[in-house]
Nanobody, 123 residues
Framework: QVQLVESGGGLVQAGGSLRLSCAAS????????MGWFRQAPGKERELVAA????????RYADSVKGRFTISRDNGKNTVYLQMNSLKFEDTAVYYC????????????????WGQGTQVTVSS
């Protein structure tokens, strides 16, 4: 079992930046594949970025490539999502997710979830 708590969301103007953090507790964090998902009103939850336990493998949605960066600090049991050049369409609730092994882009592949943090980008 692992518990996840997101932070860092808020209101930002288009073109601005935010850094989301996801703090994990429970089983050894370094064993987990981590993902950031987002869900906008009326839309399905989608993968934004993901990172392997070592950080050697990362994945990004096409819509955020070149603007968002996922990273992790296993010593601090934390995964980050640096979001730059934010756009109105990035507005959503952002969720941190975790599971063992290599995971894909579907929410059903992740067993553990945080409560989410709201990101609102004003145009």
């Amino acid at each position: 079992q692992v518990q996840l708590v997101e932070s860092g969301g808020g209101l930002v103007q288009a073109g601005g930046s935010l850094r989301l953090s996801c703090a994990a507790s429970g089983r050894p964090f370094s064993r987990y594949f981590m993902g950031w998902f987002r869900q906008a009103p009326g839309k399905e939850r989608e993968l934004v970025a993901a990172i392997s336990w070592s950080g050697s493998t990362t994945r990004y949605a096409d819509s955020v490539k070149g603007r968002f960066t996922i990273s992790r600090d296993n010593g601090k049991n934390t995964v980050y999502l640096q979001m730059n050049s934010l756009k109105f369409e990035d507005t959503a609730v952002y969720y941190c997710a975790a599971d063992l092994g290599l995971r894909g882009p579907f929410p059903s592949e992740y067993a553990y979830w945080g409560q989410g943090t709201q990101v609102t980008v004003s145009s």
